[in-house]
């Protein structure tokens, strides 16, 4: 695991640099390289993701896996009438394939999975070099494991939560080499909702035929349910375009269904910036 993250991360600045050398990048004193939306506009991100996956399983014996991810993420910020509370809006989105493996016992799980974040956040910090936003956020989460080490009555689970929680979305604009760079940080934690978590003695033919839901669909807190999701991503300018180069942190271990798990993924990701006008949206 450790050398899988120190691989990543050399790779991972290689490719900065690279980026850096090789893109005309503009250097005008007036330019920025990262504005929020004005009313009625909407600024886009679009990534391609890559990075390792983790995760540890009690089902028999506690085991560890670790592996290599590929996704696609979507982050969007619009912005609402000036006169509303909150003043912009953020959805974020990503989906991510992964194939793990327990180093120690052989074996492997494969991962499909996908998240949503809808924040409705409000300008806390607003100034020619900081943006800072706060809000409520809509989060979900969910995903398919196909666990190919063990026989079991669900060889293929699902487990996944939606809630309510926290947004808080920080931009910083700064030069460096007479360039126009703006870094931002992101981070987004459930505080409550409903997580689907099925027992491992719980076939999905019985949930069907019998209705047999109650020890799937639990109550979910910060302290059965502890989940993150921090991003941090440098934007930079490209002629008449945007790149934005991050790494986005995905991290949920809970206690659900009689058993205790953990899952995580740690991408390095590489995208394009749009910026165009959008119909008006109100909360």
Request: glycine fraction near 10%.
């Amino acid at each position: 695991m450790t050398d899988s993250c120190r691989c990543s991360k050399s790779l991972f600045s290689l490719l900065f640099a690279v980026v850096l050398t090789v893109l005309p990048l503009q250097a005008l004193a007036q330019q920025k390289a990262w504005e929020l939306p004005e009313y009625k506009e909407t600024v886009s991100a679009v990534s391609l993701a890559g990075g390792t996956s983790f995760a540890r399983d009690t089902y028999l014996s506690a085991s560890r896996y670790s592996g290599w991810a590929i996704g696609l993420e979507s982050d969007i910020w619009t912005g609402n009438n000036p006169d509303k509370l909150f003043r912009y809006g953020r959805s974020y989105g990503n989906v991510f394939f992964s194939h793990l493996k327990n180093r120690f016992k052989g074996g492997s799980t494969l991962e499909v999975g996908g998240a949503f974040r809808q924040a409705f956040l409000w300008s806390a910090v607003a100034c020619s070099q900081c943006d800072l936003l706060i809000g409520p956020t809509v989060i979900g989460e969910g995903g398919l494991l196909w666990n190919r080490q063990y026989s079991s009555n669900n060889p293929v689970t699902f487990n996944g939560y939606l809630g309510a929680g926290v947004c808080v979305d920080n931009t910083f604009r700064f030069s460096l080499w007479r360039y126009p760079m703006a870094l931002q940080a992101s981070l987004y934690l459930p505080i409550a909702g409903i997580g689907f978590a099925p027992d491992y003695d719980q076939t999905y033919y019985y949930m069907y035929e019998y209705g047999d839901w109650g020890k799937t669909l639990h109550f979910i807190t910060p302290f059965n349910n502890p989940a993150l999701t921090h991003q941090v991503a440098l934007v930079l300018p490209c002629r008449s375009s945007r790149i934005r180069i991050g790494y986005s942190f995905d991290y949920m271990r809970n206690s659900l269904g009689g058993h205790s798990r953990s899952l995580g993924n740690g991408m390095f990701t590489l995208g394009c910036v749009y910026r165009f006008e959008t119909k008006e949206w109100s909360l």
